[in-house]
Nanobody, 118 residues
């Protein structure tokens, strides 16, 4: 089974930055496009960003503030978010094979909590 281990969440003040990491296997990165979802309190899980052969994609909520990247040597997917806002508070999930059309994915990790204070 594919392993996705997220880290980097925590408490940050509004306007700050975080780097989220998703460590997986070399095979997973070779076989799948990757992405990040989040679930805000009381809301459905939503797509945040994806990265594939044709480049990155960002949802409107984070476009201009986020960067998704890969480090193939470390088998890791990163999501950097700056200028964090209280509405960014959510559990963030790393995911394989994100579908921008349907907003779904094949699988995702256990999640890491991001809390943005005002």
């Amino acid at each position: 089974q594919e392993q996705l281990v997220e880290s980097g969440g925590g408490l940050v003040q509004a306007g700050g930055s975080l780097r989220l990491s998703c460590t997986t296997s070399r095979r997973t990165l070779q076989r799948n496009s990757m992405g990040w979802f989040r679930q805000r309190p009381g809301k459905a899980r939503e797509l945040v960003a994806t990265i594939g052969w044709n480049g990155p994609y960002y949802t409107d909520a984070v476009r201009g503030r986020a960067n998704i990247s890969l480090d193939n040597d470390k088998n890791t997917v990163y999501l950097d978010i700056n200028n964090l806002k209280p509405e960014d508070t959510a559990v963030y999930y790393c995911a394989t094979a994100p579908n921008k059309i349907t907003g779904t994915a094949s699988s995702w990790g256990q999640g890491t909590q991001v809390t943005v204070s005002s």
